[in-house]
């Protein structure tokens, strides 16, 4: 027996260099420990990361390893096989979560929760997460955790891997059961989800414990990927930050400094000085979640930054993540963060983060490992798209940071963009992060959703007395009131060509406008008719456009600005969120009242003229907005708004984008989308008419079908639908993939350089430098260009593409669809 257990097996091989898979699980056990202790549960955290590839010990994937690696010869060796017919082939995680499941089932109802959890975990760290109870189009439901559990010992190696197991690693697992805390620390987290639920609603109940399924899923995924990216590329090593105290110390000390030698040459600079001194005063208050409801132009992002950086220094807290709404404005504010953390002598790229294109695929090669990023650094800004994906998406790539969200301030920029279908899912993940995670929220705006007013048997956010930032929200708005609206819509809608005048016409007298479209098309036709004008620059944005293109264009945008030279942009909403521009006038055809307030924010932003600026309000004849449901039902709740505004304008304290106003259009807005907020899934995708939080809670449908069937429940404590559920998800309607475009020789310089340097080198500071030149592409175009031979990977196996034809993107418009002028294609 001593013999058996003292076997050499290999993790991983690579050249003429191997990992003991002893090595390789004692590694992932340590990093998975630390990470689940986030929540208390290092104990359940160490066991998974024991036992995640216990079935590599079976001399079937052994032999597939070696033979795939050349330690087997073909030629001499009896054990060869042939490894790429094996690939993918070799079950390796079945037999682990078969063994946790046979020794915690056995334990009561506690241990069988237990047991069933870890198992999810062991049993998915190559697939995403597992379903519980399964169903197809035109499948029945079944028990598919249960018959994973009971798949035949021979297809799983069980009995050979326990024989051949490394002793000491299972008589650990055996001391961790054991150990009192074991179950007693699961118990207090399960209590204290249930004990938090709202209504003690079994929904949200349900759908917590799935996010704690996840959380620890997480815990896995990550330690497993870091530890085989360091052996593999053990340069990544050099890419992780040490934090504590002293960090936050110092980039507290940065900001401050900063902060402390702002001029205040005009009235609204008080003001925005006042914001920050209110974001400083509450940084002490107990961890929860909090509401900053600053109009737009008050300096909402160093005022949460200052929060943030003395909130994570008092509580001792690992990073704080700003999560942003659009790709458009990431860059700029990551960009203010940089400049004020990262001064000269510290290294770019060591205190902020940007992650926000998929410039990798969802699935993962060996080689795409390397360059994903898990959120491992202080300071992190990313996308509503990258954090939603991190906890509802598919595969293994979003879940592995879903740990990082815990013990970490989190400020939503622009909250009201938060996608209604997700608005439950939202909130009881909220919720789980604050309550369960230690972390802290900030949902900051000019326009705050009523996240709080939802339906509570599915999920409302909780805002208690005090979580306001500003102490007075209506005096707030009344001081920073520097616009003048003018709903200019009439019966029948205006011609592009009379919005063109009417910039025109502005420009006479306030000598800039900002025209805000709802579409690109819309965007492209009106530029091309603004252009043709004489004496005025016009400039055009979208997010065709990558962000190295849109800074460059912002940037000649605000010195025409300064300068009062007459100036015409034309863009889409990407300009609304956050975006520091001032603009004489605004023209915004009519949509939400949100983004009517945000469109107003780019008018007279700095208050440093006489006269209030115009924001015009006009509705484009013949508009066809269905496509895009979210403007569509927006524009019709703020037509009603602006109806009752102008019957009682006192009701509406006399601002018709004020609070008053904006909680009445949230109020019809929600109203009229309850039904959608739970994320509606049609049969064509599961077989029934379903919603998201149902699959991930208590799926009740698919419970009751298996009942009609077996006559009976099963015997089991999670029924959720994981799999079906995270292949369903999509955080916007079509899930897109960023390709790195050349523009400008920086862009053509980064494309040269990640078709031409091994992989192995293409780390972090490359493809963090390759998001400045990416653009998003949804997958019906991005399939017709990669088939049309415009569209590459850089290298094989890479997952990483690129244009590679320059003439799909323009100088006016970005990422194009017919090509224009001379075709370059690269070879590189």
């Known amino acids: 027996m001593e013999e058996v257990n003292k076997i050499i097996a290999f993790a991983h091989v690579t050249g003429d260099r191997n990992q003991l898979l002893v090595e390789h699980l004692y590694n992932v056990a340590n990093l998975s420990r630390s990470h689940a202790n986030k929540i208390g549960l290092q104990l359940h955290g160490e066991l998974i990361g024991l036992l995640h590839d216990l079935g590599k010990f079976s001399t079937e994937f052994q032999n597939y390893l070696k033979s795939a690696t050349g330690l087997l010869n073909p030629d001499e060796d009896e054990d060869f096989v042939d490894a790429k017919g094996l690939k993918g082939r070799i079950d390796h995680s079945s037999a682990a979560s078969q063994f946790v499941w046979q020794e915690l089932s056995k334990r009561g109802k506690l241990g069988a929760m237990v047991g069933q959890i870890l198992a999810l975990c062991l049993a998915s760290h190559h697939s995403g997460l597992i379903d519980c109870l399964s169903s197809g189009i035109n499948s029945p439901v079944e028990d598919t955790f249960t018959k994973r559990m009971k798949k035949d010992y021979k297809r799983t190696h069980y009995s050979e891997v326990i024989k051949k197991s490394d002793k000491h690693i299972l008589d650990h697992v055996n001391e961790i059961i054991d150990n009192p805390g074991f179950f007693n620390e699961f118990e207090k987290v399960v209590r204290s989800i249930i004990l938090s639920a709202s209504d003690k609603s079994d929904t949200v109940i349900q759908n917590q414990i799935a996010l704690l399924v996840r959380f620890l899923f997480s815990c896995l995924i990550d330690a497993d990927r870091f530890d085989s990216a360091c052996f593999e590329y053990p340069a990544r090593v050099k890419y992780l930050v040490g934090r504590g105290p002293a960090i936050w110390d110092s980039l507290v000390s940065r900001l401050e400094g900063h ?121 992190v800004f990313t996308t509503n798209v990258q954090f939603l994906e991190t906890l509802f998406g598919s595969g293994t790539r979003g879940a592995r940071r879903m740990h990082q969200l815990a013990n970490s301030v989190l400020i939503f920029d622009e909250i009201q963009t938060l996608p209604v279908n997700c608005i439950h899912l939202f909130n009881n993940a909220i919720n789980f992060l604050v309550e369960q995670c230690g972390s802290s929220v900030v949902l900051c705006t000019a326009t705050q959703p009523l996240l709080n007013r939802v339906d509570t048997h599915k999920g409302a956010i909780k805002l208690y007395s005090g979580c306001e930032i500003i102490p007075d929200v209506r005096q707030l708005f009344d001081d920073l009131k520097r616009v003048e609206v003018l709903n200019e819509c009439k019966p029948g809608g205006w011609l592009l060509e009379e919005v063109a005048e009417l910039a025109q016409a502005e420009i006479l007298v306030a000598r800039s406008c900002l025209v805000i479209v709802n579409n690109k098309k819309t965007a492209q036709e009106l530029y091309r008719l603004c252009a043709i ?146 994320y509606k899934v049609s049969s064509k995708e599961v077989g029934h008419e379903d919603t998201l939080l149902n699959l991930l809670s208590v799926n009740n449908l698919s419970l009751e079908e298996y009942k009609r069937i077996h006559r009976k429940a099963p015997e089991i404590y999670l029924r959720q639908s994981f799999m079906m559920a995270a292949k369903i998800f999509k955080a916007i309607d079509a899930p897109n993939q960023g390709i790195v475009v050349p523009f400008g020789e920086e862009g053509q310089s980064i494309v040269n350089e990640l078709c031409s340097i091994h992989p192995a080198g293409i780390g972090f500071n490359v493809l963090r430098r390759a998001q400045q030149f990416s653009v998003n592409v949804f997958p019906k175009l991005l399939n017709e260009m990669i088939l049309a031979g415009v569209v590459r990977e850089t290298q094989d196996g890479t997952g990483i593409l690129y244009l590679a034809d320059k003439r799909y993107y323009s100088s006016k418009y970005g990422l194009i669809e017919q090509p224009e002028e001379i075709m370059e294609v690269w070879d590189v």
Request: with cysteine; aromatic share 8%; hydrophobic share 35%.
């Open 259 to 379: 902060l402390s030698q702002f001029k205040q040459e005009y009235p609204i600079d008080q003001l925005r000085r006042e914001i920050a001194e209110h974001c400083l005063n509450v940084a002490n208050r107990d961890r929860g979640t909090f509401t900053l409801t600053v109009p737009t132009g008050g300096g909402k992002t160093l005022a949460s930054l200052r929060f943030a950086l003395h909130h994570a220094r008092i509580y001792k807290m690992d990073r704080v993540i700003y999560i942003i709404p659009f790709t458009s404005i990431i860059d700029q504010n990551a960009q203010v963060a940089r400049q004020i953390l990262e001064p000269e002598g510290v290294d770019p790229g060591s205190i902020v983060l940007e992650h926000h294109s998929n410039l990798t695929p969802k699935q993962q090669t060996w080689r795409s490992k390397i360059i994903s990023e898990n959120w491992e650094a202080p300071v």
């Open 533 to 678: 004008q004489n004496g005025c620059q016009v400039y055009h944005l979208s997010t065709n456009m990558c962000p190295a293109h849109r800074k460059s264009i912002l940037g000649e945008v605000r010195n025409q600005l300064d300068e009062q030279k007459p100036t015409i942009c034309i863009s889409t909403q990407l300009i609304e969120a956050g975006v520091d521009v001032d603009f004489g006038s605004v023209i915004r055809v009519i949509a939400g009242l949100d983004s009517i307030a945000q469109a107003a924010g780019r008018c007279n932003r700095h208050n440093r003229r006489k006269e209030l600026g115009r924001v015009h309000i006009v509705n484009i004849k013949k508009e066809n907005l269905s496509m895009l449901p979210d403007i569509n039902i927006g524009r019709d709740k703020a037509e009603r708004v602006l109806d009752d505004y102008e019957k009682d304008p006192k009701r509406f304290g006399y601002n018709c984008i004020g609070p008053e106003a904006m909680a009445w259009f949230y109020e019809n807005y929600f109203f009229s989308r309850a039904i959608e907020m739970d």
